[in-house]
């Protein structure tokens, strides 16, 4: 499966599901569900041992469970963020070796609470879960959400929109190149604390989506496998060319300077290629006002018919790079 990537395994699976009876099929964000004539919005997301954290980082810092807690909580969210909705329910199904401590579930359940209350998540309540027993750490919650103001897709972006981000970008890809880098993590400096904070304890920003949504955003999606990687996936659902001015990511790079400095990374590559910040990716149209929170960062023209790219100051970019579980 190695080669296929994300993208080729669902093409070759989602032709054998029958998504008929759903308001909103796979593809996006989240699906959604007609009950009792509401649209319920439902997203789940997995973070496992050494794929999506370690226990311990080559710098050598340990990963706490309160961490892991508050993560699972703010990935999942941000999927209903992205659709415009609000989160309303969860249900987390945690698998642990036997030997983990009882210590750990509660620190885990103390991230998830506080997430929940910290991110902003208000009418988040926990439904349930499921405990099993495993080789390594696996932590699924599955979310519920609903949108007050109609759910917003990937798929409209119309030729003329302006692309805009909220939240942050680049920080998290920051945040795990340093925590992957052999240096002590005890010299770390405040800046590069918090860009590892970033990447430990993401903050979606949840008023953004609903606000976006109202606004009249045409197409919205968060940021969880780096810019390119999610534009090329809005591009193509979409059947637009979105062409980003590098000029506007500028400032998100200036914030990453102190990570640069460690690990010698070009801090650009982080804001196109780094995942996990969990920011919005929105498409508004021309005379909509964009809340004040969005930075645009570029404009959709037409594909004319060819297959639909992203472009970096009028170049395509690479839509291979950027994050792919199985890529
Ligand atoms: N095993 C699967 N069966 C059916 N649909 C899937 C499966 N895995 C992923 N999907 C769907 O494919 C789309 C892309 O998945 P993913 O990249 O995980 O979404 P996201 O980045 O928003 O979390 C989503 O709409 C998701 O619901
Ligand atoms: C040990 C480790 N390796 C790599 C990463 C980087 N990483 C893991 S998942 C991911 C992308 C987002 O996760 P995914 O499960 O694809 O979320 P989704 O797109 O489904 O919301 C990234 C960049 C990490 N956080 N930790
Ligand atoms: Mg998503």
């Known amino acids: 499966m190695g080669d296929l990537g994300e993208q080729g395994i669902l093409e070759a699976i989602l032709p054998l599901l029958d998504s008929a009876q759903a308001s909103l099929g796979p593809g996006d964000d989240a699906g959604a569900l007609r009950v009792s004539g509401n649209e319920v919005l439902v997203s789940v997301d997995t973070l496992v041992e050494n794929q999506d954290f370690r226990l311990l980082w080559p710098s050598g810092l340990e990963h706490n469970a309160y961490d892991i807690g508050w993560k699972s909580i703010a990935q999942n969210v941000s999927d209903i963020n992205a659709m415009g909705g609000r989160a309303t329910g969860a249900v987390i199904s945690l698998s642990l070796p036997k030997s983990t401590s009882l210590e750990w579930v509660m620190d885990f359940s103390r991230g998830v609470a506080e997430a929940i209350a910290e991110l902003g998540a208000k009418e988040l309540t926990i439904l349930g879960g499921d405990l099993g027993k495993s080789q390594e750490i696996s932590v699924t919650t599955t979310v519920l959400g609903e949108c007050a103001h109609g759910k917003v897709l990937r798929s409209g972006v119309r030729a003329g929109d302006r692309v805009a981000v909220a939240g942050r970008v680049g920080a998290a890809g920051a945040g795990l190149s340093v925590l992957e880098h052999e240096h002590d993590n005890e010299s770390w400096s405040r800046a590069v604390r918090r860009l590892v904070q970033t990447q430990c304890r993401p903050v979606p920003p949840l008023e953004s989506g609903p606000r976006a949504a109202e606004a009249g955003a045409t197409a919205m999606m968060d940021l969880s496998d780096g810019l390119i990687r999610d534009a090329g996936r809005m591009a193509k659902a979409s059947h637009v060319n979105l062409e980003l ?57 037409p594909a004319n018919g060819r297959r639909a790219v992203v472009k970096v100051d009028g170049k395509v970019a690479k839509p291979e790079t950027g994050f792919d579980h199985f890529g």
């Not at 969990?278 to 508004?284: E, I, K, Q």
Request: hydrophobic share 45%.
């Open 245 to 301: 001015e590098s000029s506007a990511l500028q400032d998100f790079a200036l914030r990453l300077e102190a990570a640069s400095e460690l690990t010698g990374t070009d801090p650009m590559s982080w804001v196109l290629y780094g995942g996990e910040d969990f920011g919005l990716l929105a498409a508004f149209p021309d005379g909509v006002e964009i809340p004040g929170e969005f930075t645009v960062i570029g404009v959709a023209k």
